[in-house]
């Protein structure tokens, strides 16, 4: 937010609250999203941390031609968000609840499968939830590891403002813990006073990723 697939596979049709992702991670997120409008894709480095509510991401996003580089430190213990654009930083004020990584309720689980061959493979679940989110209407398919609920990717189509768009996540290289928690410091641009505003970077620069694909957002969708 990507090489992957939806599985062709029959619904399922029993509501479930899905599982929610380790505590502590990190690890990469690749995304495309693409639609009349243009295309956006990008690379982050997400760090992940429930016990400490905060969240973390170091991203490379190409929108329609343009590179944007920065990083994103939301710290909902102190309430902050640092959120840096080519260099440039914006300190304001968390308003909202810490948003825990789970499969949100009212998921469809349709099927539970495997990457792989069965030599080497990997057990995993694919959940169906529909996207209903101001201007957005559609549908969002994760796929979660079954043993330790690891995200490993997820896809949406759908339409935005009556545009139709299909976007593509894929995660990979992801490790228990936080190795290294300064991810979470303030980054060295932005200043410690903080503006009584609430400021979505992502809508400020009009990157679709957080709104439409990122799993930390998705039980904002209805």
Not at 25 to 32: K, R, T
């Amino acid at each position: 937010m990507n090489l992957l697939s939806l599985f062709t596979i029959p619904l399922l049709c029993h509501v479930t609250w899905g599982c929610c992702t380790p505590k502590q991670w990190s690890g990469n997120m690749d995304y495309l999203v693409g639609s009349s409008a243009g295309l956006e894709t990008g690379i982050e480095k997400v760090y992940y941390d429930a016990k400490n509510t905060k969240i973390a991401s170091i991203f490379d996003i190409h929108k329609n031609g343009a590179l944007y580089k920065g990083q994103v430190v939301m710290d909902y213990e102190k309430k902050v968000q640092y959120a840096v654009v080519d260099g440039r930083c914006n300190t304001t004020r968390l308003k909202a609840k810490f948003p825990e990584a789970c499969i949100p309720a009212g998921s469809k689980q349709l099927s539970n499968t495997h990457m792989g061959t069965a030599d080497d493979s990997l057990d995993v679940t694919v959940y169906e939830y529909p996207l209903k989110f101001a201007d957005m209407m559609g549908n969002i398919y994760f796929t979660f590891t079954n043993k330790l609920c690891v995200p490993v990717g997820d896809t949406v189509t759908g339409s935005r403002g009556g545009v139709g768009f299909m976007a593509s996540v894929g995660y990979t290289g992801i490790e228990p813990g936080i190795k290294d928690p300064r991810v979470f410091d303030k980054p060295r641009e932005c200043s410690s006073f903080v503006e009584e505003i609430e400021m979505d970077l992502y809508e400020k620069f009009g990157f679709v990723n957080h709104k439409i694909s990122s799993l930390f957002q998705s039980r904002k969708f209805h």
